[in-house]
């Protein structure tokens, strides 16, 4: 078996699922590790749920995650999914549909989807989806610079932390956000008090609803990982290394 | 330009409305914000922060020169309005205090840069004890030093016409100075303090209790004598805190008035 999904609460096939197919909100919540998403999402959650909507979470990690039982504390259906041994992110990816239909089945109005997150490189976000990227004030001000595609594809960028830092900081680090992304609307959070919150739910509530993520498309493509390494290689050596093999260029920036 | 902020009241935690239901403040006032620990202080200060508009625990609304905030989809003129100075904050960037001063100026789009980072530097020496040098790392900075920058910085940078500032006393900076630096450039403060000086030094005091606006004081010509007693004790407490710091003894070493 490539991957198991963990299914908390009960999976039961709603005769009106059609009906209400067309009420799903989709959240991508994407970001650096252990910037907040979950302390963020949980507080928004709680608001979803006082507004009488039914919410679904789904956790996609690497090799293992507490989160599901973060989420699960909020009395919501809850899954998981590993990626064990492949890139969390395409497995994200190629997993989009089950997601969404197995939330269909909890009949969620919204569907909150917590990626893992690991890599610069990836940006989760599908068109027509909200995608929701959280950083933290901690990770440095070069960072949002580092952070590429992820924070630029955002819909929303909720910036958590700002308890602990200096105002200046949060000034200059804010700045370096909009530079990367000038069109996502920026929240301050933090997930700790769950200050702010109320911003992110309304952002959800307003936004579209989806009819199927079938046909959506990736706002920025992943990079490409077909290589003998990503089919189990172990060893290190070019005579091991077949496929898309890429070399560092080391005479890179010495011109001109 | 910011001349007013209104408060209007929400609801206590239990859930009754507050007894104050409306407390303004103009530019150049400074409000003290008053109560038993737990009572909800800060939980107003991060109302204020927030533009709160029914959205928050309380259900307070907070206007801005008579008007609710359009927080529609772009609060982005909303972002420089209010700064915040507290003792949970630190620096956290690997930076110079000049290459970070510099960076911030920059960001604010400050006029003159070198002139108000060199100001900011003097304010910052002024407020705490050991002096500290462009050339010092924000990280090695003590907690004193931190908040005494953190204040210099939004008296100048920051430059947001309201300052919360959430319970600075302990910081070991000189407190009041602190605030008549901040209230000098014609800003909205609010303070949040245990310390009967500093609510004195405010036109107004709102007291806070279950979670709600309970009263509002306005400082009495009475208080205000008392104010400048302590503040007589205060400096003679500083003057008697600095003699002793640099090592002199009393009686012994060279006249503690001098
Ligand atoms: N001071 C402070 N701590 C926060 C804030 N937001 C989150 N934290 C703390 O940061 C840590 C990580 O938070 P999580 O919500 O688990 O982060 P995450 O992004 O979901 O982490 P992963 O899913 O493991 O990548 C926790 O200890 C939180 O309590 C905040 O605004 N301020
Ligand atoms: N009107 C309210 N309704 C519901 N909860 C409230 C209300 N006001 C405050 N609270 C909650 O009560 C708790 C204590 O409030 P807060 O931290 O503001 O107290 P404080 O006066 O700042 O205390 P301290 O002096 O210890 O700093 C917080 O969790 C806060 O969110
Ligand atoms: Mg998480
Ligand atoms: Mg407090």
Redesign the pocket.
């Known amino acids: 078996m490539l991957y198991s999904f963990k299914f908390c609460g009960s999976v039961m096939v709603d005769a009106n699922i059609k009906k209400r197919v067309i009420l799903m909100r989709f959240v991508i919540v994407a970001g650096t590790p252990s910037s907040g998403k979950t302390s963020v999402m949980v507080h928004t959650i709680r608001h979803l749920l006082k507004n009488g909507l039914v919410v679904a979470a789904c956790k996609i990690d690497c090799l293992q995650t507490s989160d599901d039982v973060k989420y699960s504390r909020l009395g919501i259906p809850v899954a998981v999914g590993l990626s064990d041994y492949i890139c969390p992110d395409h497995f994200y990816v190629s997993n989009l549909e089950e997601v969404e239909l197995w939330a269909r089945e909890q009949n969620a109005d919204v569907l909150v989807l917590e990626t893992a997150g690991l890599c610069h490189r990836c940006a989760p976000a599908v068109h027509d989806c909200l995608s929701v990227c959280v950083i933290d004030n901690l990770i440095g001000i070069d960072t949002p610079k580092k952070v590429g595609p992820m924070l630029g594809t955002a819909d929303i960028v909720v910036i958590t932390k700002g308890d602990i830092v200096s105002q200046a900081e949060r000034e200059v680090f804010r700045h370096k956000v909009e530079m990367e992304n000038p069109q996502a609307r920026i929240l301050d959070i933090n997930g700790l008090?769950g200050q702010g919150v109320l911003a992110l739910k309304n952002e959800i509530i307003d936004s579209k609803e989806l009819g199927s993520i079938t046909g959506k498309e990736l706002k920025n493509s992943m990079p490409a990982a077909i290589c003998s390494y990503c089919a189990g290689e172990t060893m290190i050596g070019q005579s091991h290394q077949m496929g898309l093999v890429k070399k560092v260029d080391f005479r890179r920036g010495m011109d001109a | 330009m910011l001349e007013q902020i209104t408060i209007l009241g929400?609801?206590?935690?239990s859930?009754h409305p507050?007894k104050i239901q409306r407390i303004e403040a103009a530019a150049g006032e400074v409000l003290a914000v008053a109560?038993?620990?737990?009572?909800?202080?800060?939980?107003?200060?991060?109302d204020i922060e927030q533009h709160a508009e029914y959205e928050t625990?309380?259900?307070r609304r907070v206007l801005i020169n008579n008007q609710l905030v359009n927080k529609s989809k772009d609060k982005r003129h909303l972002r420089y309005l209010i700064a915040q100075v507290s003792q949970n904050m630190n620096f956290v960037i690997d930076m110079s205090i000049e290459e970070f001063l510099t960076m911030h100026a920059q960001v604010r789009s400050i006029h003159d840069p070198g002139n108000t980072i060199m100001k900011v530097l003097e304010i910052t020496n002024h407020l705490s004890g050991e002096p500290v040098t462009f050339s010092t790392n924000l990280t090695q900075l003590s907690g004193g030093q931190s908040r005494a920058l953190m204040v210099a910085d939004v008296a100048l940078i920051s430059n947001a016409p309201v300052v919360l500032i959430?319970?600075i006393e302990n910081a070991g900076i000189d407190r009041l100075q602190a605030l008549e630096i901040l209230t000098g450039q014609g800003k909205i403060v609010l303070v949040?303090s245990?310390d009967p000086t500093l609510m004195l030094m405010a036109e107004q005091r709102i007291i806070?209790k279950?979670?709600?606006m309970e009263k509002v004081c306005r400082t009495t010509q009475e208080e205000r004598k008392v104010l400048a007693d302590l503040t007589r004790v205060e400096k003679k407490m500083a003057g008697l805190r600095d003699y002793l710091r640099k090592g002199y003894s009393i009686g012994q070493d060279t006249d503690l008035n001098d």
């Open positions: 008090t | 929400g609801l206590d935690k859930g507050e109560g038993p620990t737990g009572s909800g202080k800060t939980q107003l200060i991060s625990l309380t259900g959430d319970e949040v245990h806070m279950n979670g709600g």
